[in-house]
């Protein structure tokens, strides 16, 4: 059985980790020197690579190439240990899912489990996953484990909900803030799987999936693996009617009608990605962040170096455009109704009449 494409491409080193160059940087740092502490949090949104991370410094920890990591600040890939984490197969390396393990017997197991002494490892490492969900006697227990553990041991935490996690416990741990991946960035990764894979993928279908997964290169490499089972030859258009989802491209057109007040054009527009059978309430919302973008990019042309991270060089430029041909006045009511009708067509069973609505009452007078 063949393995599915974010697990094929899992980074299996610090430098093939995307979009968090201050962390990997540290880490490296921290390998060469030999100073990894004995208790790290990794945070933020999904698929970011906070479990990933985590296997990478339980790689590094336990190395058999020790020369080889002080001078890469990389694992080799290539002795038994870094094999078996990579396969999951470390004994010395224990992954605990706090969703379906939270409660304070689990932790107390743990207690036990981490005062034994590696059985092939120089340190055990302990990754528990979703720790916002630990019950408070969990966490209680935690606490004690992280006051004083065993110098073999390391502990390293991954979580979504950094604010659910208590005080004493972040206070005890070096704490990694994990960002969201941009368009381009996951574009990029995307583009090297379809060329390893020899798969077809469009570029415009590329965007579409990076942008669907809002920040998530797991979910993007998921849709992907999704998308190409479906079908043999992806474009755009195959994509959005896989997905449910339309492309960037209809949104920034649907935007460009609008800022050029053409009420016939955006309502046919409009009417052609309904009857599509696309999810409006995701176009809507698309088009309420770029039609942000164009304002604040009107009165902040610095917002550039910004925009260029997310956006392709192609719709950077059209985003360009449009901010230099709005009034602000009028974009600003724009994007008020435009919110307006958001919250109303979410619990509305006609979804397409807010945003109609919204868009007659800024250019029906015109």
């Keep these: 059985m063949s393995l599915a494409i974010y697990r094929k491409y899992r980074p299996q080193s610090f430098k093939e980790v995307i979009g968090q160059e201050v962390l990997v940087s540290i880490f490296q740092n921290a390998a060469k020197q030999n100073k990894l502490a004995h ?77 034994l002494s590696p059985s ?3 340190r055990k490492i302990f990754i528990i996953d979703e720790t916002h969900m630990l019950t408070k006697e969990a966490f209680n227990a935690l606490l004690k484990i992280l006051e004083e553990p065993p110098e073999h041991a390391m502990i390293i935490l991954a979580t979504t909900e950094y604010d659910k996690v208590p005080a ?16 381009s960035e996951i574009v990029s990764k995307l583009k090297k799987i379809i060329k390893d894979e020899k798969l077809k993928v469009s570029d415009e279908a590329l965007e579409l999936i990076a942008a669907s997964a809002e920040g998530s290169l797991r979910d993007a490499e998921s849709l992907l693996d999704q998308v190409t089972t479906l079908a043999s030859e992806a474009d755009l258009e195959a994509v959005e009617q896989i997905i449910g989802r339309v492309g960037f491209k209809k949104v920034v057109e649907l935007a460009d009608l609008i800022i050029k007040s053409d009420l016939p054009g955006s309502l046919q527009s409009l009417a052609q990605v309904n009857e599509s059978g696309a999810n409006l309430t ?25 925009y ?46 807010p945003i109609e609505i919204a868009i007659i009452e800024n250019l029906g007078h015109n």
């Design 308 to 353: 260029i991270k997310e956006l392709t060089k192609e719709d950077l430029i059209k985003l360009k455009e449009h901010a230099g041909l709005v009034d602000v006045d009028k974009q600003v009511g724009v994007i008020k109704s435009l919110i307006r009708a958001y919250s109303e067509m979410r619990y509305s069973p006609f979804p397409h009449i």
């Design 168 to 183: 004493t416990i972040t206070s005890r741990t070096q704490r990694f803030n994990l960002r969201k991946i941009t368009v």
């Design 120 to 122: 092939s490892c120089r």
């Design 39 to 115: 208790a790290y949090l990794f945070y933020g949104p999904r698929g970011t690579g906070k479990t990933t991370t985590a296997r990478l410094v339980a790689k590094v920890a336990n190395c058999q190439k020790e020369k080889e990591v002080a001078k890469t600040g990389e694992p080799c890939n290539e002795c038994s240990t870094c094999k078996d984490i990579t396969s999951g197969r470390a004994m010395d390396v224990i992954e605990i899912d706090a969703a379906s393990n939270r409660g304070i017997d689990e932790i107390r197991n743990l207690k036990e489990t981490i005062r």
């Design 282 to 306: 995701d176009l809507h919302k698309e088009l309420l962040f770029y039609m942000r973008r164009v304002l604040a990019l009107k009165l902040d042309p610095q917002l550039e170096s910004i």
